[in-house]
Structures are given as C-alpha cells and as structure tokens.
C-alpha cells in the first residue's frame, strides 16, 4: 500500500523561507516524487520533481534558482526548500509519486497524491 504524506506548510512573510517535506512509502522499487501546487481557482501545476535515485531532477521555470529539491532516500522523504518567497507561491502544495525513474511535471503521469499542504506567503 502506497502512502504519501506532506508536511511543512505554513504562513510566512515575503521574503521569507519554508520546507516542504514529504514522505512515501510502500515501494520496492525506484520511484520518482514529484512537486504541484494549486493556487485558487488555478490548475494544478508542476513545480519540480526527482527520481529516488537522484538521477533525474526538473523544475519549473519559474521556480529555478528559488526553489530546491533534494532527498534523503534512507528515509523515503524528498524536501522542497522554498525561497525568497512572494505572496504569488501561495497554494497548496501537493506531493505526488509515480513508479520508475522518469521525472517529469505532467500530473496525469503520476499515481499516488497527498492531502496537500497550505503556504501562505502574506505580511
């Protein structure tokens, strides 16, 4: 049984920083975890993604130099270190798995979702 559970969320001050956790379990094999967000009344976009093994890791454009994920893979967790952040990242934020080792921000490739967690980025 596959889980995967977000922590991490919050409100913060423009400016300020914040750490996404997320922890996935039930796989015996490679996988990839990937990052979305969802702002109100907007899709759910991709914000960066990385392949257990490290292999592969993606972000979106807009997020590069801003964002950073990494991973400890001894404990099944992917961090998204956010920032310098502005109140246009307030969304929540989702963590989401798929099996193998292609990372990639399409949400329809991926399986298994989290409840999400709220940023709030406001002074």
């Known amino acids: 049984q596959v889980q995967v559970v977000e922590s991490g969320g919050g409100l913060v001050q423009p400016g300020g920083s914040l750490r996404l956790s997320c922890v996935a379990s039930?796989?015996?094999?490679?996988?990839?975890i990937g990052w979305f967000r969802q702002a109100p009344g907007k899709e759910r976009d991709g914000v960066s993604c990385?392949?257990?093994?490290?292999?592969?890791?993606v972000y979106r454009e807009s997020v590069k130099g801003r964002f950073t994920i990494s991973r400890d893979s001894a404990k099944n967790t992917v961090y998204l270190q956010m920032n310098s952040l502005k109140p246009e990242h307030t969304a929540v934020y989702y963590c989401?798995?798929?099996?193998?080792?292609?990372?990639?921000?399409?949400?329809?490739?991926?399986?298994?979702w989290g409840q999400g967690t709220q940023v709030t980025v406001s002074s």
């Open positions: 990385t392949t257990m093994s490290g292999i592969n890791i």
């Open positions: 989401a798995t798929r099996r193998g080792e292609t990372c990639d921000l399409v949400r329809a490739n991926y399986d298994y």
């Open positions: 039930g796989f015996t094999n490679e996988y990839t």
